[in-house]
């Protein structure tokens, strides 16, 4: 581990910073999203759950390419226009945007689920006692669904830290600005350095492990509630 430059554990805080960020923009905009799609009796509710589902099928570099296409420099950023010509592109916010579009699917359906177990019979009993809707969704329901909140918290988090193909495509490989841990482990690859590559490996693993270790505590926690 000493043989690593101090660029990787700047590395590091980056690619934490981002997992953060991108996580609670991921509860703030997932949540009602959830709520919407488990509730919502629209005809449109599966076609919006279909897009959201996209980023799961849809190859991370392919995704990342369209959101360079959008957000990045003229002539080719069409949106970048929309705030004074200024691009998204090659900047922790491009990677949050991609990081929060490849994360969305993931996020968004254990909410789902966990709104869906829910039923409507706890909501028809506060709204007897003239909770508001509003009160009763941050009352009865989020209590309620909070397992399936906690799980789709370290899903978005746990795939913001080792995703790739997006991030790459639109925030470059910059040192200290967008050059996040699964880059270096690239890097280390493309030259040959191995053995930096295995630690940073063993590492991501080793943290992909704990992930899988705190989902399974979570269901058991779940499922003690349910009893």
């Known amino acids: 581990m000493d043989s690593f430059s101090p660029e990787i554990w700047q590395s590091l805080g980056l690619t934490i910073e981002l997992a953060s960020v991108t996580t609670v923009i991921l509860l703030i905009i997932g949540t009602p999203l959830a709520w919407w799609l488990a509730r ?6 599966e076609a919006v759950a279909m897009i959201i589902a996209l980023p799961l099928v849809l190859p ?4 990342g390419f369209y959101l360079l296409a959008l957000l990045g420099p003229r002539p080719v950023g069409v949106l970048a226009s929309l705030w004074g010509g200024r691009t998204l592109a090659f ?8 990081s929060v579009l490849s994360a969305l699917p993931l996020v968004v359906q254990p909410i789902r ?10 909501l028809e009993i506060a709204a007897t006692l003239r909770a508001s809707p509003l009160y009763a969704f941050f009352t009865v329901a989020v209590p309620l669904a909070l397992p399936g909140i906690m799980r789709a918290a370290v899903l978005g988090f746990a795939h913001t830290i080792g995703t790739f193909g997006v991030v790459v495509m ?3 490989n910059i040192p200290g600005r967008t050059k996040v841990l699964s880059a270096f482990l690239f890097d280390f690859v493309q030259v040959s350095r191995w053995r930096e590559a ?5 590492g991501m693993a080793m943290f992909a492990v704990s992930v899988v270790l705190t989902l399974t505590l979570i269901d058991k926690y779940s499922r003690r509630r349910s009893t």
């Open 40 to 45: 919502s009796k629209s005809l449109w509710t």
């Open 60 to 63: 991370p570099t392919v995704l």
């Open 91 to 98: 900047t922790f916010a491009g990677l949050v945007v991609g």
């Open 113 to 122: 689920n966990a709104f869906a177990a829910v039923g409507d019979r706890p």
């Open 170 to 172: 639109i925030g470059g």
């Open 198 to 202: 295995s630690w940073l490996a063993g």
